[in-house]
């Protein structure tokens, strides 16, 4: 055993008469401990908030969509077999989207409509009740009379704020109308609300409904095309990948945005939040290292006559400030290892028991989500394991200044 180490060591136990250096010693573990506690906490829930958002948008909207800016695509059934043949892709679909307004008894809003072929879509979207659509959807396939409209889902947001129910009808309302006599009037069809879809997020429950393509060309006026194709992908991470096989495929014309880029606003803020918090708690974990500084800086002028004697014995300053860095690495090393034992431990019973919740009515999840993954853990060890090194430097240097002749003449 190296001596710096062993004499470090025999300094870290505390002593009777050391009771004030003693608490220093303690205060400085348990800042520690709180700081990285709270930093894998913190990043344990921001990551669980990200991967769950990820998890629910992935659900009802694709990986990959293919399009053509301000123009509809024709042989949309060529382009979406084409996407389909492609290696790693699950399914591909064409899509009608239009801007509508629902109308029930008394009621009205405004809503984003798509169009899908059920049978393709259905191995795409991950929505248990949008399956239900498709026997229903299949026997409906025939001409629909005014007493059998077309079938419809919608999120339950959207039919609670029109006061609707499954088996209700909904008269949907196209801005793509025709000219008349008396002016321009909308075109106007009545939908029956077979099924209802909940994703937790409000932005989908409450403006997204599904009809069958073919309904949504009649709307838009746009028979024989489709405004988009949507892809899923087998792995959402080679979506870079497939992207790239797609676009040599097709011609120029087309556009193929990705997931990322749909949502980049969204996982960018997400990203900066975390990031924000990892520093402001990291700047909380600084702070609690001063502690360690104050410790070593009192144990140095404590230990002057002991400095003084390994000096004489012929310690080299190099020893003496090993001795001392290796005290403020055991403090940190202690701190350290407790503050990731309690945040983990804190992380694993959110995530078994969901002991923290939340309101439902305002946050669209009912408990804290937490994903602490253990790069993140790591990340949040060497960073407390750096800063609290720094904080050992500056006592390190001083007792390895000291003068062993003039501290034993005058000591």
Known sequence: MRFEFFISRRYFKPKPKRTIL???????????????????????VMSGFESDLKNRIMGIEPHLIIDRVGQPIPNFRQVAALAERTPGVESAWPVEELQVMLRSDGRASGALLKGVDPAAAAKGL???????LLPVAAAASGPQSQNNPP??????????????????????????????????????????????F?????????????????????????????????VR???????????RQ???????????????????????????EKAAMFITLTLITLVATFSITSSLVMMVGEKIKD???????????????????????????????????????LCFLQDAYEFIRLPGDVYYITALPVDLKLTDVVLVALSAMLISFLATLYPAQQASRFNPVEVIRYG
């Open 246 to 272: 797609i676009a040599a495929r097709v011609d120029e014309t087309y556009r193929i945005r990705d997931w990322a880029q749909l949502n980049k606003n969204l996982f960018s803020a997400l990203k900066l």
């Open 126 to 132: 991950r929505i248990k009740s949008f399956e239900k």
């Open 22 to 44: 003693s608490l220093i010693t303690l205060l400085s573990i348990t800042g520690v401990t709180i700081g990285v506690s709270a930093l894998i906490v913190v990043i344990g």
């Open 307 to 345: 400095i003084a004697i390994l000096r004489t014995l012929g310690a080299t300053t190099r020893s003496i400030r090993r001795i001392f860095v290796l005290q403020g690495v055991m403090i940190a090393m202690i701190g350290t290892g407790m503050g990731i034992f309690l945040g983990t431990t």
């Open 233 to 243: 992908v087998n792995e959402i991470f080679r979506t870079t990948a497939v992207k």
């Open 151 to 196: 079938p419809m889902i919608m999120g339950r947001d959207l039919a609670r704020s029109l006061g609707l129910i499954q088996g209700d009808t909904v008269f949907v309302i196209s801005p793509k109308g025709f000219l008349a006599p008396a002016g321009f009037v909308p075109y106007m069809k009545r939908f029956e609300v077979i099924d209802f």
């Open 198 to 230: 909940q994703t937790g997020m409000y932005e989908y429950d409450g403006s997204l409904v599904f009809i069958r393509l073919e309904d949504a060309q009649t709307l838009s006026h746009a028979r024989g095309t489709a405004s988009a194709i949507e």
